[in-house]
């Protein structure tokens, strides 16, 4: 499968951005989707995670109460809402796929994702 990221840009402190991940191929279904973030000089991080039938999320600390990760299987297509967004928010981030059995299951462990995006870079400002 291949994912492509978007809906990345600028945005003040208090802002929100919705990121969108649009994946090929025809069994978008059996994957699991996350996103991560990577700041300059830090390490990829776990934001928000969600089930293949999307009846469950996993979100980091950071993310809890501000973000909100959906997707359309119609569309091929994982989003991530991000409200009140902050300074620290500021970091590329990546959609991932990963292939599962259980239509129920998210990991946060990136070395689960075997597909990734290219990232998109979101900068807040304060």
């Known amino acids: 499968v291949q994912l492509q990221a978007c809906g990345g840009g600028l945005v003040q402190a208090g802002g929100s951005l919705r990121l969108s991940c649009a994946a090929s191929?025809?069994?978008?279904?059996?994957?699991?989707m996350a996103w991560f973030r990577q700041a300059p000089g830090k390490d990829r991080e776990f934001v928000a995670a969600?089930?293949?039938?999307?009846?469950?999320?996993s979100y980091a600390a950071s993310a809890k109460g501000r973000f909100t990760m959906s997707r359309d299987n119609a569309k091929n297509t994982v989003y991530l809402q991000m409200n009140s967004l902050r300074a620290e928010d500021t970091a590329v981030y990546y959609c991932?796929?990963?292939?599962?059995?259980?239509?129920?299951?998210?990991?946060?462990?990136?070395?689960?994702?075997?597909?990734w995006g290219q990232g998109t870079q979101v900068t807040v400002s304060s």
């Open positions: 991932a796929a990963d292939l599962v059995v259980y239509a129920t299951y998210t990991s946060m462990a990136a070395y689960n994702y075997d597909y």
């Open positions: 191929g025809r069994t978008f279904s059996s994957y699991a």
């Open positions: 969600i089930s293949s039938n999307g009846g469950s999320t």
